[in-house]
C-alpha cells in the first residue's frame, strides 16, 4: 500500500512526520531498497528540482563563492544557462505542467494550462483530454512518486492526478489512479528534510521538488536585486542538503540522478511578458551517477540541439534545450517510456552521458 499524504500537507504531528518520511507505512522498509530498480540497475531513483524564477545571471552574478552548490552541479555534471521555457507563457502553472507532462501549451496537443493560480480544475478538462504525466508513467509500473511543493497552486497539479481524476492503470499489475503518491505542500526547509528522510530509508524512484525562494524575492524586491540574489543562496543551501546526501550514502551515489531547472526567469518585479530574454532563459543541470562531468548540454547534443543565444525559438525547426524536456528525460534516466502525448524530448534524445 502506497502512503498518499492530503491535498495540503503543512506542520505533521510527531507520529505522521515519522510515517511520512521513515516510509513506515504499507510495511516499506526503513533501509534503502532498490526493490524497483531499472533493467540496467544504474538509475533507480531521480529528483526532479525546480527552482521558482530562478534567472541564471544570479548564478554568474554570485558565482562558485555565493552559489557553491549550483555549480557543483555544473562542475560534476551536465548544463547550460541558456535553457528556455515554454515559448507560450513564461509564468509558474503552464511551465511547471510542461515539466510534468513533457507537453507544449497552446500549440496543438498542448495541455492548455495558461493560468497561473489553482481554477479547482484539471489539466485533463483544462486541454479537453485525458493528458498524461511522467507521475502516471512511473506509478503505472510500480514506482512510488513524490512531490514536494512550496506553492499551494500545485494544488491543480496533484489534483489532476489523484484517486479521483487519475486514469486507470492498464499496464502490468493495477497500481491505481492515484499518481502522485505522496504529496507535501510546505516550506523549503521542511520539505527537504522530508526529501531527505526518505532518501535515507526508502527513497522514492521519482521525487519532484519546488524551491520557491528566488520567485518570492523576485516579485517583492525585484529580480537581481539584493533580497533576490540572497534567495538564490538561500536556495543554493537546500539544494546543497540534498546533493550532499545522495553523496553520503554509497546506495545513493550509486543510483541516483539530479535534474535541476526553473520555470521563468524574471526582470524587475515581473516574468509575465514570454519575449523579454531575461524572462524566457532559464537554466538545465543534470547530476549524478552515469552523467558526463563539466559539459556542456549543448555541446554534448550539437546534433539534436541548438543554443538559441539571445534568441527565442518556436516550436519549429531544432530546438533549445526547454524545462519541458523534465519528464521525459527523468523517464528515460529511469529505464521508462516517454510520456504518451508529450511533444518535448518524445525520443528521449537528450543525452547527459
Keep these: ?16 512526520l515519522i510515517i511520512a518520511t521513515c516510509g513506515l507505512a504499507g510495511g516499506e522498509s526503513v533501509r534503502p531498497v532498490a526493490g524497483t530498480s531499472s533493467p540496467d540497475d544504474v538509475v533507480d531513483h531521480v529528483v526532479a528540482i525546480s527552482v521558482d524564477g530562478l534567472n541564471p545571471a544570479a548564478i554568474r552574478r554570485l558565482g562558485r563563492s555565493g552559489a557553491p552548490n549550483l555549480y557543483r552541479l555544473m562542475d560534476e555534471g551536465v548544463s547550460t544557462l541558456n535553457a528556455r521555457t515554454a515559448y507560450e507563457r513564461t509564468i509558474t502553472l503552464p511551465n511547471h505542467t510542461g515539466m510534468v507532462t513533457g507537453r507544449w501549451v497552446t500549440k496543438t496537443g ?28 512511473a506509478h503505472n509500473r510500480g514506482k512510488r512518486t513524490a512531490f514536494y511543493s512550496t506553492k499551494e497552486k500545485f494544488d491543480f497539479l496533484d489534483r489532476s492526478w489523484n484517486g479521483r481524476h487519475g ?38 524512484p521519482l521525487s519532484f521538488v519546488h524551491l520557491a525562494y528566488p520567485d518570492r524575492a523576485g516579485h517583492g524586491s525585484g529580480f537581481m536585486s539584493g533580497p533576490y540574489l540572497r534567495a538564490v543562496r538561500h536556495t543554493d543551501t ?26 521563468h526567469g524574471g526582470s524587475s518585479t515581473s516574468h509575465s511578458d514570454a519575449t523579454m530574454l531575461a524572462n524566457y532563459r532559464v537554466p538545465f543541470m543534470v547530476w549524478g551517477i552515469g552523467v558526463s562531468r563539466g559539459t556542456d548540454l549543448y555541446a554534448l547534443n550539437s546534433g539534436d540541439r541548438r543554443d538559441p543565444r539571445v534568441g527565442r525559438p518556436t516550436y519549429a525547426g531544432v530546438q533549445p534545450i526547454r524545462n519541458g524536456e523534465v519528464a521525459n ?5 529511469l529505464d521508462l517510456p516517454s510520456v504518451p502525448g508529450s511533444t518535448f524530448n518524445t525520443r528521449q534524445g537528450l543525452s547527459v552521458r
Aim: net charge positive; charged share 20%; glycine share 8%.
Design 167 to 204: 486514469a486507470r492503470d492498464t499496464v502490468g499489475v493495477d497500481n491505481g489512479r492515484d499518481k502522485i503518491s505522496r504529496y507535501f505542500v510546505d516550506t523549503e526547509p521542511a520539505n527537504v528534510s522530508r526529501l531527505i528522510a526518505r532518501l535515507n530509508n526508502a527513497p522514492d
Design 329 to 333: 528525460l527523468v523517464l528515460d534516466l
Design 1 to 16: 500500500m502506497l502512503l498518499r499524504v492530503g491535498r495540503r500537507f503543512g506542520r505533521l504531528t510527531l507520529l505522521a
Design 238 to 263: 537546500q539544494v546543497g542538503r540534498i546533493l550532499n546526501a545522495i553523496t553520503a550514502s554509497s546506495f545513493l551515489r550509486a543510483h541516483t540522478n539530479v535534474v535541476l531547472t526553473s520555470d
Design 110 to 137: 498542448g495541455h492548455r494550462v495558461t493560468f497561473n493560480s489553482d481554477n479547482g480544475s484539471t489539466v485533463h478538462r483544462t486541454a479537453g483530454n485525458y493528458v498524461r504525466s511522467m507521475f502516471d508513467v
